[in-house]
């Protein structure tokens, strides 16, 4: 997703697919009508605010580079040796 209405129209895509409607999802998450309208119309979102509504959703957020050429490996927050290699190569990239 690259756009604030994107996110908007995953968010109202996923929890309409869990059969919830606006009042069903705001009551799970404890978040006000008005703030999670806000939320679904695609005006800025709080990182707090967003991790919550995933949370309400079973969802998570991950952070993925943009492809490359030749390069389409999702950045991982694993503790395992693998993923913490994946992320140094990232960095590494970044610098180039």
Partial sequence: MKTQMELAQALQYHRKA??????????????????YQRAESGSDLRVSTLLR?????DLELQLVPRQKPGRSEAVSFDSDVKAESSWQDFLGDLED
Avoid: A, N
């Fill in 53 to 57: 509504i995933l949370e309400g959703l």
């Fill in 18 to 35: 869990k059969g919830m409607g606006q009042k069903d999802m705001r009551l799970k998450i404890g978040m006000s009508q008005q703030q």
